[in-house]
């Protein structure tokens, strides 16, 4: 992989939209596994958040935001 | 700010990581019924919020925060308990004194010489008013708590107290409403408004002194607690300012200046200083401090600033768990006590029983007036045989026993470890890091082809780059000799077996036999005492000496062995090293050859143990927490020492701060003198219930005529809860030494 492509590589939190790097999520525990894929967040808000009601911010309606 | 005056509330919360959590808490809140407005800070980590005290109160605000997946630390609540607990002991006090006044004052009346020139029918009428109040307001604790034990037929000492005094009181009543009905009946206008009063003053006395007593053996934990530093200097973004020290945060940068408490646990990463640990190690030189030092929470800085990085803060800070576990052993019952509750169990009953049965018996068989006798004996006999003495006898004094263990930086788990060091008959003590320090240290610099100062330093130079036991060793000896290290160029260690390096343009070689015999250079040394470890050193292939190091026993070691012989307890050495070194140490501690255990792999010394223990022993085990955590658990009891308290907590049965051997006698000899105070509370609480209870009944009464009354069954039975109190105090008295 070359630098450009870590740069590219990350992931949104779906709760408020942010960018995360997902190995960082990871070691911080800051993952969940929601029907069959992997979904990372900012912080532990945005993870009880999702865990509460994965489905709407799945939403069409639903905004990111903090 | 706030136009209403809603109460308002700021609780430390704990879990927050980033602005969605303060957004969330603050949704909870805000939706929880009650709450007018909530606010949740991120850097201050606290939620301030404003609520309808009618609606929601604390527990349910915080409650709501931990519905949403977070948590509210404890903080500040003891001070608000400490106060509840002082108000419950003044009023206490006042009803006790009113009581009692009012009992004394009516018992005066009664008895006023050549009598008082009013009918008794109307003295009666004057007492109705002040004996019931102190009937059913002073003494309402005793009905209400008896009561409450009725319908699941839990007969306490509270059931006898209720008895015995509605019994004196009802009887009073009725004499007083019916006095005709009493006089046809042939008897006296006598009441006993005076006993019941005075009972319920005596008994409310006796609780004062009790919850005097355990105020001031939880003396040892409140004076623990005050150790604490309230506030911490933190060092934000270059700014240092002074916090309370609540809001102190893992990883925080925190200055502590001289004359300073360090707030919390944590490492050093900048300057130096002297720190005084004594509070916590009981070791009373302060302890030098450098880069990468863990600093302990509540100790002081004696000398120089320095700046320390927090690593752990609020309940799990040595401190708070020390703090912890004293308040869990305070409270905890020693198996001996399940002997008290068995015997509370079936005596309350028993007691009335006999209260019953001497009503009957003076009914049928006593002289006249029948009734009043029979109700006097059998007032007296549940009055004096209230169990309280026996309720005490076990809590007060492992409470105060193991306050004072803490006091001496000793430990005590619970009281069952209380109760079980006092019945060790042996005690095994590991060698490493208990009987010596488990540090090495260099004990011999025999050099060979070069001189000794040479020799040190170019051998301190090439192991400066190691971070091997043996390389500490050497440089800290050559440091402490004043000699001046060169850098060594190139570096090499070689795992297990020493290092290579360049020193001013020389090759040193420095490692066991072996590793310079396969390099080619001739190893031949005069041999060196065997108890020694010792290290070759070669220059450009030459041998040019060879250096010793041991670990070396602690100083205070031999006085420790022999205080424990000096109690009648064997003493065992258990190594994993050679016999040789195993022994010389064992000679050194004045421990015989033949109570040595050399050679003993980590995972045997827990069979080592079991076999002393198929013997017939009960064993004692001292070491460190983690290597010997098996053998610790193995043991009849544990004992832990020279390893960090948080660890060895989880480990060991009595936990000792600080590296003092000595502490282990002396946690012998507290654990004997408690369970010796103990022994002698529940002879002294059984002994005069097993005396009194008869007299009480009247048992004496057709030889001597002698007959108590109830309240001075009442005043006998404070005495006696008053004695086993005193008796545990005297334990304050202990010294170890």
């Known amino acids: 992989m070359t630098d450009l492509d870590q740069l590219m590589d990350h992931e949104t939190d779906p709760v408020c939209g942010m960018a995360i790097n997902p190995d960082a999520a990871r070691a911080e525990g800051l993952t969940a596994e929601y029907q069959g894929r992997s979904h990372f967040f900012c912080g532990r808000g945005c993870l009880l958040e999702f865990a509460d009601d994965p489905e709407r911010v799945f939403k069409p309606d639903h905004v990111p935001h903090m | ?737």
């Open chain 2, 1 to 737: 700010m706030s136009t209403t005056n809603q109460p308002e509330l700021s609780l430390p919360v704990t879990g927050m990581t980033c602005a969605s959590c303060v957004n969330r808490i603050e949704r909870f809140l805000n939706k929880a019924d009650g709450v007018t407005t909530a606010t949740v800070n991120l850097a201050t980590e606290r939620a301030t919020v404003q609520f309808d005290p009618t609606k929601i109160d604390r527990t349910g605000i915080v409650q709501t925060i931990q519905a949403a997946g977070y948590d509210v630390r404890a903080d500040a609540g003891t001070s608000e308990a400490a106060t509840e607990h002082d108000d419950e002991q003044r009023s206490l006090l006042v009803q006790a004194l009113a009581a009692a006044g009012i009992g004394l004052a009516m018992m005066v009346v009664m008895l006023w010489p050549g009598g008082v020139p009013w009918s008794m029918e109307r003295v009666n009428v004057w007492f109705l008013v002040p004996a019931t109040i102190v009937q059913f307001i002073f003494g309402r604790r005793f009905l209400v708590a008896a009561a409450r034990g009725l319908p699941h037929l839990d007969l306490n000492m509270n059931t006898l107290v209720a008895m015995g005094t509605l019994a004196a009181y009802g009887y009073s009543l009725f004499v007083t409403l019916f006095p005709e009905a009493v006089r046809s009946a042939g008897l006296g206008m006598e009441t006993y408004f005076d006993s019941a009063a005075l009972i319920v003053g005596l008994i409310l006395f006796g609780r004062w002194l009790e919850a005097r007593a355990k105020g001031q053996a939880a003396g040892a934990v409140k004076a623990l607690l005050e150790l604490q530093p309230r506030t911490a200097r933190m060092i934000r973004n270059g700014v240092e300012m002074d916090l309370p020290v609540d809001q102190v945060r893992v990883d925080d940068l925190l200055r502590v200046r001289p004359g300073d408490k360090v707030p919390v646990d944590g490492i050093l990463t900048d300057g130096a200083s002297a720190l005084d640990e004594s509070m916590l190690t009981g070791e009373s030189l302060p302890v030098e401090k450098s880069m990468g030092d863990r600093v302990i929470g509540a100790t002081l800085n004696t000398s120089g600033s320095f700046v320390m990085r927090a690593e752990k803060v609020g309940a799990e800070t040595a401190l708070s768990q020390i703090v912890a576990m004293v308040e869990q052993a305070q409270g905890s019952k020693a198996p001996i006590q399940r002997v008290a509750d068995r015997v509370t169990g079936w005596f309350v009953p028993a007691v009335v029983g006999v209260a019953l049965l001497t009503f009957a018996l003076w009914m049928l068989l006593g002289p006249e007036p029948r009734l009043p006798l029979a109700l006097s004996s059998a007032i007296t006999v549940l009055i004096i045989a209230c169990p309280c003495a026996m309720g005490l006898a076990t809590p007060t004094a492992i409470m105060v026993g193991t306050g004072k263990g803490a006091e001496h930086g000793i430990l005590v788990r619970n009281g069952a470890a209380l109760e079980q060091a006092q019945r060790v008959t042996t005690v095994v003590l590991d060698k490493t890091g208990t009987l010596t320090r488990g540090v090495l240290s260099v004990i011999n610099v025999i050099p060979e082809s070069i001189d000794e100062r040479e020799l040190l330093s170019l051998a301190a130079a090439a192991e400066r780059g190691s971070e091997h036991p043996i390389a500490e060793a050497i440089v800290r000896h050559a440091e402490a000799a004043g000699l001046a290290l060169p850098d060594a160029s190139t570096f090499e260690a070689i795992a297990g077996r020493g290092v290579r390096a360049t020193v001013d343009g020389r090759k040193v070689l420095i490692g066991t036999e072996k590793l310079l015999d396969e390099s080619g250079v001739d190893v031949d040394a005069p041999p060196t005492d065997p108890a020694h470890s010792p290290i070759f050193v070669a220059l450009d292939g030459r041998l040019a000496g060879v250096i010793t190091v041991a670990d070396t026993i602690r100083p205070e070691a031999a006085e420790a062995v022999r205080r424990l012989r000096d109690r009648g307890l064997d003493v065992w050495l258990i190594s994993g090293d050679r016999a040789a070194t195993a022994h010389e140490i064992g000679a050194r501690a004045g421990i015989g050859a033949d109570r040595i255990l050399a050679e003993v792999l980590p995972g045997q010394k827990s069979a080592k143990i079991a076999e002393l223990q198929a013997n017939g022993a009960v064993v004692a085990m001292v070491g460190d927490g983690i290597n010997d955590a098996p053998a610790l658990a193995q043991a009849d009891l544990g004992i832990a020492i020279g390893t960090g308290a948080d660890v060895a907590l989880e480990a060991s049965d009595i936990t000792i701060l600080g590296e003092d051997l000595r502490s282990v006698p002396n946690s012998i000899g507290l654990s004997r003198a408690t369970m010796r105070t103990i022994r002698q509370n529940l002879g002294w609480a059984f002994g005069y219930n097993v005396v009194l209870i008869p007299v009480a009944a009247g048992a004496l009464f057709p030889i001597f005529a002698l007959l108590l009354n109830p309240a001075l069954a009442a005043a006998a039975m404070a005495l006696s809860s008053v004695s086993v109190v005193s008796n545990s105090l005297r334990l304050r008295a202990f010294n170890p030494a």
